[in-house]
Protein backbone atom coordinates (compact mmCIF):
# COMPACT_ATOMS: atom_id res chain seq x y z
CA UNK A 1 0.00 0.00 0.00
CA UNK A 2 3.09 2.12 0.37
CA UNK A 3 3.87 2.10 -2.99
CA UNK A 4 0.41 3.28 -4.15
CA UNK A 5 0.64 6.03 -1.60
CA UNK A 6 3.86 7.51 -3.12
CA UNK A 7 2.64 7.11 -6.37
CA UNK A 8 -0.66 8.79 -6.27
CA UNK A 9 2.24 11.68 -3.88
CA UNK A 10 4.40 11.83 -6.97
CA UNK A 11 1.45 12.08 -9.46
CA UNK A 12 0.02 14.99 -7.54
CA UNK A 13 2.91 16.77 -7.48
CA UNK A 14 2.87 16.56 -11.27
CA UNK A 15 -0.36 18.21 -10.97
CA UNK A 16 0.89 21.32 -8.74
CA UNK A 17 4.08 21.56 -11.06
CA UNK A 18 2.01 21.81 -14.08
CA UNK A 19 -0.21 24.27 -12.79
CA UNK A 20 2.97 26.37 -11.59
CA UNK A 21 3.59 26.04 -15.25
CA UNK A 22 1.01 28.58 -16.48
CA UNK A 23 2.01 30.71 -14.04
CA UNK A 24 5.39 31.49 -15.14
CA UNK A 25 4.12 31.13 -19.04
CA UNK A 26 6.78 27.42 -18.92
CA UNK A 27 6.72 26.50 -22.74
CA UNK A 28 5.16 23.28 -21.91
CA UNK A 29 6.56 21.00 -24.94
CA UNK A 30 10.28 21.53 -23.86
CA UNK A 31 9.82 21.27 -20.22
CA UNK A 32 8.22 18.07 -21.06
CA UNK A 33 11.13 17.17 -22.78
CA UNK A 34 13.80 17.87 -20.59
CA UNK A 35 11.39 16.28 -18.08
CA UNK A 36 11.69 13.01 -20.16
CA UNK A 37 15.54 13.36 -20.28
CA UNK A 38 15.95 14.03 -16.32
CA UNK A 39 13.15 11.05 -15.53
CA UNK A 40 15.62 8.67 -18.18
CA UNK A 41 18.43 9.58 -16.23
CA UNK A 42 16.88 9.11 -12.77
CA UNK A 43 16.15 5.73 -13.38
CA UNK A 44 19.75 4.96 -14.53
CA UNK A 45 20.67 6.00 -11.74
CA UNK A 46 18.54 4.11 -10.02
CA UNK A 47 19.80 0.99 -11.25
CA UNK A 48 22.29 -1.11 -9.55
CA UNK A 49 23.88 -2.91 -11.92
CA UNK A 50 25.99 -1.08 -14.74
CA UNK A 51 24.15 -0.49 -18.19
CA UNK A 52 24.89 -2.42 -20.99
CA UNK A 53 22.97 -1.32 -23.98
CA UNK A 54 23.20 -4.44 -26.07
CA UNK A 55 21.95 -6.37 -22.76
CA UNK A 56 19.43 -3.81 -22.42
CA UNK A 57 18.04 -4.08 -26.39
CA UNK A 58 17.82 -7.77 -25.73
CA UNK A 59 15.07 -7.60 -22.88
CA UNK A 60 11.56 -9.21 -23.16
CA UNK A 61 9.87 -5.72 -22.33
CA UNK A 62 12.41 -3.77 -24.36
CA UNK A 63 10.69 -3.22 -28.02
CA UNK A 64 7.03 -2.66 -25.26
CA UNK A 65 9.19 0.17 -23.64
CA UNK A 66 10.10 1.56 -26.76
CA UNK A 67 6.69 1.68 -28.40
CA UNK A 68 5.54 2.92 -24.84
CA UNK A 69 7.90 6.39 -25.49
CA UNK A 70 6.22 7.05 -28.28
CA UNK A 71 2.65 6.58 -26.57
CA UNK A 72 3.77 8.52 -23.46
CA UNK A 73 4.92 11.74 -25.27
CA UNK A 74 1.45 11.33 -27.98
CA UNK A 75 -0.81 11.25 -25.41
CA UNK A 76 0.54 14.43 -23.80
CA UNK A 77 0.13 16.17 -27.51
CA UNK A 78 -2.95 14.59 -28.04
CA UNK A 79 -4.05 16.24 -23.79
CA UNK A 80 -2.74 19.54 -24.80
CA UNK A 81 -4.61 20.11 -28.61
CA UNK A 82 -7.92 18.36 -26.14
CA UNK A 83 -7.78 21.02 -23.89
CA UNK A 84 -7.09 23.57 -26.32
CA UNK A 85 -10.50 22.22 -28.66
CA UNK A 86 -12.39 21.05 -25.86
CA UNK A 87 -11.52 22.19 -22.67
CA UNK A 88 -9.14 20.71 -20.05
CA UNK A 89 -12.63 19.29 -18.19
CA UNK A 90 -12.46 16.81 -21.27
CA UNK A 91 -9.13 16.14 -21.15
CA UNK A 92 -9.31 15.61 -17.67
CA UNK A 93 -12.30 13.06 -17.73
CA UNK A 94 -10.70 11.12 -20.84
CA UNK A 95 -7.32 10.61 -19.30
CA UNK A 96 -8.99 9.48 -15.62
CA UNK A 97 -12.20 7.49 -17.18
CA UNK A 98 -9.40 5.54 -19.55
CA UNK A 99 -8.86 3.40 -16.36
CA UNK A 100 -11.58 1.26 -17.27
CA UNK A 101 -9.13 -0.16 -20.30
CA UNK A 102 -7.03 -1.84 -17.70
CA UNK A 103 -9.41 -2.78 -15.30
CA UNK A 104 -11.35 -4.86 -17.79
CA UNK A 105 -8.13 -6.11 -19.35
CA UNK A 106 -7.68 -7.39 -15.43
CA UNK A 107 -10.80 -8.65 -15.18
CA UNK A 108 -10.79 -10.95 -18.53
CA UNK A 109 -7.31 -11.50 -18.84
CA UNK A 110 -6.01 -12.10 -15.15
CA UNK A 111 -9.42 -13.59 -14.27
CA UNK A 112 -9.11 -10.82 -11.16
CA UNK A 113 -11.91 -10.57 -8.37
CA UNK A 114 -15.27 -8.85 -9.15
CA UNK A 115 -17.02 -9.27 -6.14
CA UNK A 116 -20.00 -6.85 -5.64
CA UNK A 117 -18.34 -4.41 -3.36
CA UNK A 118 -15.37 -4.05 -5.53
CA UNK A 119 -17.99 -3.43 -8.73
CA UNK A 120 -19.76 -1.30 -6.96
CA UNK A 121 -16.59 0.83 -5.67
CA UNK A 122 -15.15 1.02 -9.57
CA UNK A 123 -18.74 2.45 -10.95
CA UNK A 124 -18.89 5.18 -8.30
CA UNK A 125 -15.09 6.21 -9.11
CA UNK A 126 -16.39 6.50 -12.83
CA UNK A 127 -19.58 8.98 -11.70
CA UNK A 128 -16.65 10.71 -9.22
CA UNK A 129 -13.98 11.26 -11.85
CA UNK A 130 -16.86 13.07 -14.00
CA UNK A 131 -18.27 15.03 -11.62
CA UNK A 132 -15.08 16.22 -9.71
CA UNK A 133 -13.38 16.68 -13.39
CA UNK A 134 -16.04 19.30 -14.51
CA UNK A 135 -15.73 22.64 -13.62
CA UNK A 136 -18.85 24.29 -14.87
CA UNK A 137 -22.78 23.25 -13.96
CA UNK A 138 -23.24 23.07 -18.08
CA UNK A 139 -21.21 19.75 -17.97
CA UNK A 140 -18.46 18.53 -20.39
CA UNK A 141 -18.83 21.04 -23.54
CA UNK A 142 -18.13 18.08 -25.97
CA UNK A 143 -18.67 18.68 -30.16
CA UNK A 144 -18.76 15.77 -32.52
CA UNK A 145 -16.05 17.52 -34.69
CA UNK A 146 -13.91 17.36 -32.01
CA UNK A 147 -14.43 13.64 -30.05
CA UNK A 148 -11.61 12.31 -32.23
CA UNK A 149 -9.06 13.92 -29.80
CA UNK A 150 -10.41 12.97 -26.17
CA UNK A 151 -11.36 9.72 -27.26
CA UNK A 152 -7.36 9.08 -28.60
CA UNK A 153 -6.71 10.32 -25.20
CA UNK A 154 -8.89 7.83 -23.45
CA UNK A 155 -7.26 5.03 -26.09
CA UNK A 156 -4.17 6.18 -25.60
CA UNK A 157 -4.12 6.55 -21.98
CA UNK A 158 -5.61 2.82 -21.05
CA UNK A 159 -2.83 1.51 -23.56
CA UNK A 160 -0.28 2.84 -21.50
CA UNK A 161 -1.71 1.66 -17.91
CA UNK A 162 -2.89 -2.10 -19.52
CA UNK A 163 1.07 -2.11 -21.56
CA UNK A 164 2.72 -1.20 -17.89
CA UNK A 165 0.59 -3.93 -16.23
CA UNK A 166 1.57 -6.56 -18.70
CA UNK A 167 5.05 -6.13 -19.55
CA UNK A 168 5.50 -5.81 -15.50
CA UNK A 169 3.94 -9.37 -15.33
CA UNK A 170 5.07 -10.66 -17.75
CA UNK A 171 9.06 -9.47 -18.69
CA UNK A 172 9.91 -7.15 -16.24
CA UNK A 173 12.58 -8.64 -13.48
CA UNK A 174 12.27 -6.90 -10.10
CA UNK A 175 15.51 -5.41 -10.49
CA UNK A 176 14.93 -4.05 -14.00
CA UNK A 177 12.27 -1.63 -12.86
CA UNK A 178 14.69 1.43 -12.57
CA UNK A 179 16.08 0.61 -16.16
CA UNK A 180 12.58 -0.39 -17.56
CA UNK A 181 11.44 3.06 -16.58
CA UNK A 182 14.43 4.91 -18.05
CA UNK A 183 13.76 3.41 -21.38
CA UNK A 184 10.26 4.65 -21.59
CA UNK A 185 11.27 8.07 -20.70
CA UNK A 186 14.25 7.94 -22.71
CA UNK A 187 12.61 7.28 -25.96
CA UNK A 188 10.01 9.39 -25.34
CA UNK A 189 12.34 12.19 -24.74
CA UNK A 190 13.72 11.18 -28.19
CA UNK A 191 10.53 11.91 -29.77
CA UNK A 192 10.26 15.24 -28.10
CA UNK A 193 14.01 16.17 -29.35
CA UNK A 194 13.05 15.04 -32.85
CA UNK A 195 10.03 17.61 -32.72
CA UNK A 196 12.43 20.60 -31.30
CA UNK A 197 15.05 20.22 -33.59
CA UNK A 198 12.06 20.16 -36.21
CA UNK A 199 10.72 23.23 -34.74
CA UNK A 200 14.39 25.01 -34.39
CA UNK A 201 14.51 24.13 -38.15
CA UNK A 202 11.56 25.84 -39.06
CA UNK A 203 12.37 29.04 -37.31
CA UNK A 204 9.86 28.28 -34.21
CA UNK A 205 11.68 27.36 -31.52
CA UNK A 206 13.03 29.91 -28.69
CA UNK A 207 14.81 28.03 -26.02
CA UNK A 208 14.12 29.64 -22.22
CA UNK A 209 16.36 29.08 -19.42
CA UNK A 210 12.76 28.73 -17.39
CA UNK A 211 11.80 25.88 -19.85
CA UNK A 212 14.73 23.86 -18.60
CA UNK A 213 14.55 24.44 -14.90
CA UNK A 214 10.64 23.43 -14.70
CA UNK A 215 11.74 20.40 -16.63
CA UNK A 216 13.88 19.52 -14.50
CA UNK A 217 12.26 19.94 -11.55
CA UNK A 218 9.19 18.00 -13.23
CA UNK A 219 11.32 15.00 -14.08
CA UNK A 220 12.50 13.91 -10.50
CA UNK A 221 8.73 13.05 -9.30
CA UNK A 222 7.21 11.94 -13.18
CA UNK A 223 9.97 9.33 -12.83
CA UNK A 224 8.84 7.82 -9.94
CA UNK A 225 5.29 8.32 -10.03
CA UNK A 226 5.92 5.32 -12.95
CA UNK A 227 8.33 3.89 -10.71
CA UNK A 228 5.90 3.12 -7.45
CA UNK A 229 2.98 2.32 -9.56
CA UNK A 230 4.80 -0.49 -11.19
CA UNK A 231 5.64 -1.44 -7.14
CA UNK A 232 2.07 -1.49 -6.32
CA UNK A 233 1.27 -3.37 -8.97
CA UNK A 234 3.59 -5.86 -8.59
CA UNK A 235 2.05 -6.20 -4.57
CA UNK A 236 0.63 -9.53 -3.77
CA UNK A 237 -1.95 -7.91 -2.10
CA UNK A 238 -3.85 -5.91 -4.70
CA UNK A 239 -5.21 -7.05 -8.17
CA UNK A 240 -4.19 -4.54 -10.99
CA UNK A 241 -8.19 -3.75 -11.29
CA UNK A 242 -7.65 -2.41 -7.48
CA UNK A 243 -4.53 -0.55 -8.29
CA UNK A 244 -5.44 1.64 -11.03
CA UNK A 245 -9.26 2.56 -9.41
CA UNK A 246 -7.48 3.77 -6.37
CA UNK A 247 -4.32 5.35 -7.97
CA UNK A 248 -6.33 7.44 -10.67
CA UNK A 249 -9.13 8.62 -8.22
CA UNK A 250 -7.14 8.99 -5.55
CA UNK A 251 -4.66 11.09 -7.53
CA UNK A 252 -7.46 13.48 -8.82
CA UNK A 253 -8.88 13.75 -4.96
CA UNK A 254 -5.65 14.32 -3.82
CA UNK A 255 -5.18 16.97 -7.09
CA UNK A 256 -8.12 18.25 -6.35
CA UNK A 257 -8.22 19.56 -2.52
CA UNK A 258 -4.14 20.49 -3.73
CA UNK A 259 -6.00 22.81 -6.24
CA UNK A 260 -7.94 24.19 -3.45
CA UNK A 261 -5.45 25.15 -0.81
CA UNK A 262 -2.29 26.32 -2.97
CA UNK A 263 -3.78 28.05 -5.83
CA UNK A 264 -7.60 28.69 -4.18
CA UNK A 265 -9.53 27.03 -6.81
CA UNK A 266 -13.34 27.52 -6.83
CA UNK A 267 -15.84 23.87 -6.47
CA UNK A 268 -19.18 23.94 -7.93
CA UNK A 269 -21.27 21.44 -6.27
CA UNK A 270 -20.93 18.81 -8.63
CA UNK A 271 -17.19 18.73 -7.46
CA UNK A 272 -18.02 18.62 -3.89
CA UNK A 273 -20.00 15.48 -4.85
CA UNK A 274 -17.65 13.98 -6.79
CA UNK A 275 -15.26 14.21 -3.88
CA UNK A 276 -17.34 12.40 -1.61
CA UNK A 277 -18.33 9.66 -3.78
CA UNK A 278 -14.04 9.57 -4.38
CA UNK A 279 -13.41 9.10 -0.96
CA UNK A 280 -16.22 6.63 -0.82
CA UNK A 281 -15.24 4.39 -3.94
CA UNK A 282 -11.42 4.22 -2.43
CA UNK A 283 -13.27 3.24 0.91
CA UNK A 284 -15.53 -0.01 -0.81
CA UNK A 285 -12.45 -0.84 -3.54
CA UNK A 286 -9.81 -0.76 -0.71
CA UNK A 287 -11.99 -2.78 1.64
CA UNK A 288 -12.77 -5.43 -1.51
CA UNK A 289 -8.67 -6.34 -0.99
Not at 101 to 128: C, R
Not at 229 to 257: K, P, Y
Request: hydrophobic content about 55%.
Amino acid sequence: MIYLVLSVLASTLIFIIFKLFSKYHVDTLQAIVVNYIVACISGIIAYSEPIDLPSVSGKGWFYGAMILGIIFISVFNLMAITTQRNGLSVAAVATKMSLVIPIVFGIIVYQESTGIVKVTGILIALIAVYLTSVKTTEGIPLTKKNLIFPLLVFIGSGIIDTSIKFLETHYVAKNDIPVFSATIFGFAAIVGIITLVFKAITGTLKIASKNIVAGIILGVPNYFSIYFLIQALRHDSMDSSTVFTINNVAILLVSTLAGILFFKEKLILKNWIGITLAIISIILVASSI
